[in-house]
């Protein structure tokens, strides 16, 4: 039985004895309850995302400017340095009629030396 289901039951049994002041304080109980409840399914989530961070960054190599990830032996790639160092986002890059290789989330205004 989880602490909401607890909770809920405490209520109606509370609700029984008739005294308002327990009842009130039951109530804020289950209240407190669900909000950590709530609280811990986000530490959680956060923990998941440190814990797969964790596991890419082993992974990761840099290389020429990029970062590759390197896994049961192969090779993907290339990712941008800035999104993942930055935002911890494994952003793949992209290469453009220049062989130029741009991120395509901060790198979208640049501009090239233009020779006459
Ligand atoms: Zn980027």
Redesign the pocket.
């Known amino acids: 039985m989880s602490v909401i289901d607890t909770a809920k039951e405490a209520v109606m049994l509370v609700q029984k004895i008739d005294n308002i002041d327990l009842y009130k304080k039951i109530l804020e109980l289950q209240s407190d309850a669900l909000k950590m409840v709530e609280e811990n399914g986000k530490l959680h989530d956060r923990i998941r995302e440190l814990e797969t961070g964790l596991a890419i960054k082993d992974t990761l190599t840099f290389e020429d400017n990029h970062y590759f990830v390197v896994k049961n032996g192969t090779k993907d790639g290339p990712f ?1 340095t ?2 993942w160092d930055n935002d911890r986002k494994l ?1 793949r890059k992209h290469k453009d009629d220049h062989d130029w290789w741009w ?1 395509l ?3 979208k205004k640049r501009s090239y030396l233009q020779v006459f």
Request: net charge negative.
């Open positions: 941008c800035l999104c952003i991120c989330i901060h790198e």
